[in-house]
Every structure is written in structure tokens, then in C-alpha cells.
């Protein structure tokens, strides 16, 4: 950790600000993958106009920047399957009426299968060199992935939750993040919804009742509450 990092921060959210020790929290950047938010994959073959979920990738981008900056732990996940499918429920893969279901060739690769390309991460969010990749075959990062154990090693006990979709996956892993202790803050501008109706009812849940699942926040609160750690032009 850089030394100019100080032991604990606060960050201005709802239902009320929350104090952070920085070296106990993580960035946690959800399913930014190609598959969701280009033209082409998953998201696309559902009906969905991938477009809206760009507005979550500049605001990510800034985290990511800053996060590395200070040395936080950064964290990013992908969903997908095995090649052979022997991952994905029947009942995943046959629901709904997309052009195109899971394991079927696509524009970029089999759909949602781990290794093609429409699985990996935009460009624009890569994953740096020693940054930690889950790859998750549900929607909640911790069904089925090493991310509690990870997280343990760390010592890590607040995770700021960006990615996509706000009332999928970023909705379901926050839940499973609150049933074992974590603290959620969830950055807003960072998630993003092919409905937008759903990424408002997703964040009111999550900040309802006192932060029942946790904290809603945004990247810019999150950045002024790293500035002072941040070296200069970082």
C-alpha cells in the first residue's frame, strides 16, 4: 500500500454516510463483460438495447483508476460456463425467448461460455496485471466461486459494488455479500439496467429500511473520499 493512504475514510451515502478502513475494502466490478454491454452478445440476443449499460463503464473507469492509484483491492467478475455446459442448470439455459441461448455460436464467440470472447471484460475495465478475475456461473458472485474465501485472506470487509445489471446480479451478490457479514456500498452511477425503472427499484431496495442490504453512494463520493490519497494526478 502507497503510505499516503490513511488507515480509514468516509463516504457520503444513503440511508446516511459510513466510515471505511481503506485496507479492509475491495472494488468489486460486476459482469462488465462484452457479452452484456456490446452489440452481439447475451444482453443483445434477450431484446435488450445494450447501449444504456455504457453509462456505468466511464464512472467504473474512474473507480478503477483510483482504486489502483491507492493500491485498493480490486476485484472484477465474469459470467459464464464451461465449455460442455455441465455448469448451467437446464433450467438457465432454457429460459426466456433469446435469439440465441447460452453455448449457441454468436458474433463473439459461443454465448457466455468462459474463454470466448464476448465473456471476457470491455477494454475499456480490463483487468490489470494481479487483479483478481471470478468467474461465476450463477448471478450472485458467491454461489459457486472462491470470492468469500478470497476475501477472508484479504481481510476484507467492505466491498464498493459497481457492474451490471443493477437488479440481477449486482442486486443478488450484494444480498449474498449482507447474509455473510459484508458491508455493501453500492456506487449507482457505476451500475447500470437494460430498464431503468429496475435500476432505480434495485437501489431503492438495497438503501431501504436503514441500508437493509447496505449503502447507496456514487463514484464521485467515492473519489473525493480517496483524494486524499490519491497522488497527485492520479
Known sequence: MPPTL??????EAEPDAIDVRWLATALLLIDMQRDFLEPGGFGETLGNDVSRLQTAVAPCAAMLAAARAVGLTIIHTR???LP?????????VARGAPQLRIGDPGPMGRILIRGEAGHDIVPELYP???EIVIDKPGKGAFYA????????QRGIDTLLVGGVTTEVCVNTTVREANDRGFRCIVLADCCASY???????GLQMIKAQGGIFGW???SFAALAALAPARPTGA
Open 128 to 130: 490489470a496485471a494481479g
Open 216 to 218: 447507496v453512494s456514487s
Open 84 to 92: 460442455d455446459l455441465s455448469d448451467a442448470p437446464p433450467a438457465k
Open 6 to 11: 490513511p488507515p480509514t475514510g468516509r463516504i
Open 145 to 152: 466461486t472462491p470470492l468469500g474465501t478470497v476475501l477472508a
Open 79 to 81: 459470467e459464464g460456463h
Open 195 to 201: 430498464f431503468p425503472q429496475f435500476h432505480d427499484a
